[in-house]
């Protein structure tokens, strides 16, 4: 207003006027002029703390002259504005000491410096949560507390800054953001993170990255550049890039040689001074199925006695395999010689036992082919040879190589001459599969020597016969033959040798009796009477006699191997009744003879014979019946009942009859003409009926007057007086014939002989 008011009272002279007025310089946007009023107004809100002060140039034209004038505008102050930092950044070493002081603050504040508005303080609201740092009331911020740049490398405090105006005025707060940062001092050795521990497989090609050693450093720069370095290994067998750290396989590896190594990794940072740092890497060599399981020895011998129970462990093979793990596990096995598994073998240990009984005699040893296999994924072998030999234990029971012996020895007549050693008879042989003294044999009789006539070789088994042997006497010897061998417990066994006595011709044979036989006179040609016999002492053809009668006109012969005596022509006992027969009997070396006595017995071969050919008597006809009509008589040559005649009527007589002793004929009835002689009978039992009905018919009756028959019953009858025809012969046929439609009929010979009888 007051600025309004001075120009209106400069302006007011020329009222009577047009005056216009302008800005010519100064206003910097911030004034404007009225340029009719002339009135100066303020275009923006003024800021003293931008700018305090004014000069404007300032002209008023009228249209024929101007003027300027310059007007200085001071703009008063306002506590408006905050105190105002610079914004500040920092760096600084991080070894200062505490105390040092790191920078000061210059802070302004536009209010007026001569006014407690424009008096500051200071403090760090944020971002020294340790108190490592501190600010005075002059603004001068220092170290509190060691600083590190490793543990902590930047700061951003937040430092506040407030004017002191009276309260309860307003106070002005600033804030300031300082970046401290620490630059590196280098305090820190490099520090390995990589793993002390690697592995590695022992077949690695050379010059392979094993592993990476790696190294930090906290400080920065040059200061945290690193390279690294080996110390020295035995075997050279590493190298390390000094930069990037990989350790490379330089040398080829072998487990079995060094299973590990130890490597001594030196990081050195790029410092001045340079710092450094060791790291110790152990490096395990990882096995590789390289090596094969290797027996101790190639040949391994033992001695076992063949009754070794089973289950015994006999011997221990063992192969080593350099190799580890599974690589290195040896497991066992036979492969060959052990075709009936009489061992096995415990595949981890290597132990051999026996499987099965073992017998020399059968296989004195083996030679067992042992392998030896790791587990690795391919697995590597070895083999070696186990010899097992069998020591002898004698429980062989000697054995003969025949049971029985048998053996033929001639017998002898005559004592052995005292220069003639025995006779060898046979040698027994019995074997035992034993060795030494367990298959060396003794023998020896124990039974059977009867008058002890043999004797044997103990050493060879040899018999021999010490005496004469007499084959009638003992025809068979059994001895007991023991074989013993010298082992521990004695083992034996027995045979029986049965030796048998081979007969010689030195005995004659004998009739077995004194010989007789009856023959009946009828007896047939070649009928045997009897058979002669003999016994001899001696056996086979020895004792076999040939038989012979020295007298052909005798009616015998005689069988020569039998001695069976038999008719060679026909006897007759009414001739002559016994025969008297010299029988010779010889075998191959001797012939004796005996009487052999042959009775003839009777046969009924005579018939007996009337005294007369025939009889003849005309009797009337008897006045009774029982009379004696006439006497027979017959003699018979026969001996004893064979001679002894009875008596009888041959045809069946109705008429009469005969004493059986006397021959005397007496009649039963009275004899006609009519009387029934003989009945003819056929049976036709088959059919029925009128075809079974028979009827009788002669054939030719012409020839048969003197008879009749009887149709229906076949009764032959007398029909006429037969006294002219004694001694005479009717024969005639007989037809039957049933009454069948055709009919049948069959026919049969009738002959009646009419005797005196």
């Known amino acids: 207003n007051n600025l309004q008011a001075h120009l209106l009272e400069r302006s007011s002279s020329y009222s009577n006027a047009l005056v216009t007025y302008t800005i010519i310089s100064g206003a910097d946007d911030s004034f404007h002029i009225d340029p009719e009023s002339g009135e100066l107004i303020a275009t923006k809100r003024l800021d003293r703390e931008r700018r305090s002060k004014y000069s404007l140039l300032v002209r008023a034209d009228d249209g024929l002259q101007s003027s300027d004038m310059r007007i200085n505008i001071t703009v008063s102050d306002v506590n408006d504005h905050i105190p105002k930092f610079s914004k500040p950044v920092s760096s600084l070493m991080e070894n200062l000491p505490p105390g040092s002081t790191i920078l000061n603050f210059s802070v302004t504040d536009a209010d007026d410096g001569r006014s407690p508005n424009s008096q500051l303080s200071f403090s760090i609201a944020s971002g020294d949560s340790a108190g490592q740092f501190g600010i005075d009331s002059s603004g001068a911020l220092s170290i509190r507390q060691p600083l590190d740049r490793e543990s902590q490398s930047f700061y951003s405090l937040v430092v506040q800054v407030h004017d002191m105006a009276p309260l309860p005025a307003s106070r ?76 490379r396989l330089t040398g080829e590896l072998d487990r079995e040689a060094v299973a590990n190594y130890t490597l001594t990794v030196v990081a050195t940072d790029k410092g001045q001074p340079s710092l450094s740092s060791s790291t110790d890497v152990v490096v395990i060599v990882l096995d590789i199925n390289d090596n094969n399981p290797l027996f101790a020895q190639k040949l391994y011998k033992v001695e076992v006695a063949e009754n070794t129970l089973t289950g015994t462990d006999l011997i221990q093979v063992l192969a080593t395999d350099g190799d580890e793990g599974t690589n290195g596990q040896v497991r066992y096995a036979i492969v060959g010689g052990d075709v009936n598994s009489e061992f096995r073998i415990d595949s981890v240990t290597g132990v051999i036992t026996v499987a099965k009984p073992l017998d020399r005699e059968k296989k004195p040893s083996y030679t067992l082919t042992v392998q030896s296999s790791d587990r690795g994924s391919s697995p590597r072998t070895d083999t070696t040879t186990v010899s097992i ?369």
């Open 172 to 247: 002005y707060t600033s804030t300031a953001q300082v970046s401290i940062i620490l630059l590196d001092v280098n305090d820190s050795p490099p520090s390995f993170i990589s793993p002390k521990l690697t592995y590695v497989p022992e077949n690695t090609p050379i010059d392979t990255v094993v592993f990476r050693a790696q190294a930090t450093d906290p400080d920065s720069g040059p200061n945290s550049y690193i390279e690294y370095s080996l110390l020295q290994t035995l075997g050279n067998k590493f190298s390390i890039g000094t930069i990037d750290g990989e350790v």
């Open 389 to 757: 030999v069998l020591k002898d234990v004698n429980d062989f029971i000697p054995t003969f190589e025949l049971s029985p012996y048998s053996v033929n020895v001639p017998e002898n007549l005559e004592t052995l001459p005292k220069n003639l050693s025995p006779r060898k008879i046979l040698t027994v042989a019995a074997v035992d599969r034993d060795s030494g003294l367990n298959g060396q044999l003794n023998y020896e009789i124990i039974e059977g020597n009867t008058e002890n006539s043999f004797s044997i070789n103990r050493a060879t088994g040899e018999i021999r016969s010490v005496r004469p042997l007499d084959r009638e006497k003992l025809s068979q010897y059994t001895l007991t033959v023991k074989a013993s061998d010298k082992g521990t417990p004695l083992q034996s066994t027995t045979v029986k040798v049965v030796i048998n006595i081979l007969d010689e011709n030195d005995n004659a044979p004998r009739f077995s009796q004194i010989f007789s036989a009856s023959v009946p006179e009828n007896a047939p040609l070649g009928f045997t009477v009897t058979r002669v016999t003999t016994s001899d002492e001696d056996i086979g053809v020895n004792a076999v006699s040939r038989y012979s009668i020295r007298d052909t006109s005798l009616p015998f012969t005689i069988n020569p191997s039998t001695g069976d005596i038999t008719v060679s022509r026909p006897l007759n006992r009414e001739d002559t009744d016994r025969y008297r027969i010299r029988v010779s009997a010889h075998d191959s070396g001797w012939t004796v003879s005996t009487d052999v006595t042959i009775f003839v017995t009777d046969v009924n071969d005579n018939a007996p014979r009337f005294t007369k050919p025939s009889y003849y008597l005309e009797c009337p006809e008897l006045p009774g019946i029982g009379l004696k009509v006439t006497q027979v008589s017959a003699t018979d040559p026969d001996e004893g009942s064979n001679g002894q005649v009875f008596y009888f009527i041959k045809s069946q007589s109705e008429f009469f009859r005969i004493n059986a002793t006397t021959g005397e004929i007496f009649n039963k009835q009275y004899l006609r003409v009519g009387t029934n002689l003989i009945k003819v009978t056929a049976v036709d039992d088959k059919d029925f009926g009128l075809n079974s009905e028979v009827e009788y018919f002669i054939s030719d009756e012409s020839k048969t007057n003197k008879f009749r028959l009887d149709r229906s019953t076949g009764w032959i009858s007398v029909s006429s007086s037969l006294m002219a025809d004694l001694n005479k012969n009717f024969l005639f046929k007989v037809k039957a014939k049933d009454k069948g439609n055709p009919p049948l009929s069959s026919e049969v010979a009738v002959e009646i002989v009419v005797t005196e009888e």
